[in-house]
């Protein structure tokens, strides 16, 4: 069980155009979802926090009107990069936790994004 | 959060046991220790968690110390499939709902035929 689902696993686009990234929970509702930036060999960043219902909350120096994010349902968050640039580039990894809690968050596979 | 420190790197036989060491010295009475590791190029995976007893699962074994400063994260018979980043990971108490975790460096195990 707890299996999350993230789509694209890559993506390139050209600069100045907006990327949509989608996190899915398949087996279970999740009222809390993360987002996650990682650059080459570099850590895991958390971007932003969504609650499903209610606005993100984006971590310091993250521009929200850049990375829109949108938990709509119990089930699926999106995040939007918004006119990407090269400096965008980079892996995006969700992170999903359940109502019913069992052992912690679990990841998606996460997206490589390439802004050309 | 409290924060932990790992080794940046080691290496391990093919078949020994691997012993990734983990220090939380902040560690507080309602925080866990979680591991989860990072094969390149795809999401963190969860291996185990705990809060004062040691832990044992399929994948791994964990040992907190009494004083729960530190931790050791056992993988007993490893192959060349266990070569990635592992994370140790404190958080919050295990039911608080929407608490973060907080990635630090981690470190890079290989494992060597």
């Known amino acids: 069980g707890a299996v999350v689902s993230q789509h694209p696993s890559r993506v390139i686009c050209k600069s100045g155009t907006s990327v949509k990234i989608e996190c899915r929970s398949l087996?279970?509702?999740?009222?809390?979802m993360f987002w996650y930036r990682q650059f080459p060999k570099q850590s895991l960043m958390l971007m932003a926090t969504?609650?499903?219902?209610?606005?993100?909350?984006?971590e310091q120096g993250v521009e929200k009107d850049k990375f829109l994010i949108n938990h709509a349902s119990l089930t699926l968050s999106t995040l939007t990069v918004t006119s990407a640039h090269p400096e965008d580039s980079s892996f995006y990894i969700c992170?999903?936790?359940?109502?019913?809690?069992?052992?912690?968050?679990?990841f998606g596979s996460g997206t490589r994004l390439t802004v050309v | 959060d409290a924060k932990t420190t790992q080794p940046p790197s080691m290496d391990c036989a093919e078949g020994r046991a691997a012993n990734l060491p983990c220090n939380h010295s902040?560690?507080?009475?309602?925080?866990?220790v979680y591991w989860y590791r990072q094969i390149h190029s795809q999401g963190p995976q969860y291996i185990i968690h705990?809060?004062?007893n040691n832990e044992t699962n399929e994948m791994a074994s964990l040992i907190i110390t009494e004083d729960r400063k530190s931790s050791t994260l056992i993988l007993p018979h490893a192959t060349l499939r266990d070569t990635a980043v592992y994370y140790c990971?404190?958080?919050?108490?295990?039911?608080?709902?929407?608490?973060?975790?907080?990635f630090g460096e981690g470190t890079q195990l290989t494992v060597n035929p």
């Open positions: 705990g809060l004062k």
């Open positions: 902040t560690i507080s009475g309602n925080e866990y």
């Open positions: 990971i404190v958080r919050p108490n295990i039911e608080t709902s929407g608490s973060r975790l907080t």
């Open positions: 087996d279970f509702q999740a009222t809390t």
């Open positions: 969504s609650n499903e219902g209610s606005k993100a909350t984006y």
């Open positions: 992170s999903a936790e359940g109502t019913a809690y069992n052992y912690g968050y679990t």
